[in-house]
Every structure is written in structure tokens, then in C-alpha cells.
């Protein structure tokens, strides 16, 4: 399963750039993409922009910033 992140002005065309790819999930390993990055650079130094963000995964469905974290939170981490 691949997250994404988009901005409330992005399409949902722009989910295939790089910048807007979180990571993805598999086999109970979460693999971080460069959109990854770009989520915790917002949150350490303007929060006030995680407001108007998407949260989406590759079937369509929408996540809080809560619950992407929490889905997350279950997997090892593994950078490729």
C-alpha cells in the first residue's frame, strides 16, 4: 500500500511525483518516500500548514495525520 500527501491545491494526478509519495507499506515494514521528508520538515517548521494537506493512500482513502501515523506506528521502518 503507497501513501500520499498532497496539498489542498494538488490533483490527485500529482500523486505520482516523487515529493508527493510518504512511502509505502509492506510485508509489516514501511519503506519512506521523499513526501516523508517534506511531512515532518512541515511539522517541525510550520505546522500551521498541515491544515491544508491530504493524507490519501493508493485506493482513494483519506487519512487524518493521526491515523497515517498510527498505521505506521505498527511497522519496522526500512529505507531501500
Known amino acids: 500500500m503507497t501513501y500520499y500527501i498532497l496539498?489542498?491545491?494538488?490533483?490527485n494526478e500529482d500523486m505520482m511525483?516523487?515529493?508527493n509519495?510518504?512511502?509505502e507499506k509492506s510485508f509489516n515494514s514501511f519503506y519512506p518516500a521523499s513526501g516523508l521528508s517534506g511531512l515532518m520538515n512541515m511539522v517541525d517548521n510550520s505546522p500551521?500548514?498541515?491544515?491544508d494537506v491530504r493524507?490519501?493512500?493508493e485506493t482513494g482513502?483519506?487519512?487524518?495525520l493521526e491515523q497515517f501515523?498510527?498505521?505506521i506506528s505498527k511497522l519496522?521502518?526500512?529505507y531501500k
Open 76 to 78: 519496522k521502518v526500512r
Open 17 to 19: 511525483y516523487d515529493h
Open 48 to 51: 500551521e500548514q498541515l491544515v
Open 61 to 64: 482513502k483519506k487519512y487524518t
Open 55 to 57: 493524507i490519501l493512500d
Open 7 to 11: 496539498h489542498k491545491e494538488d490533483s
Open 21 to 23: 509519495q510518504l512511502g
Open 69 to 71: 501515523l498510527s498505521e
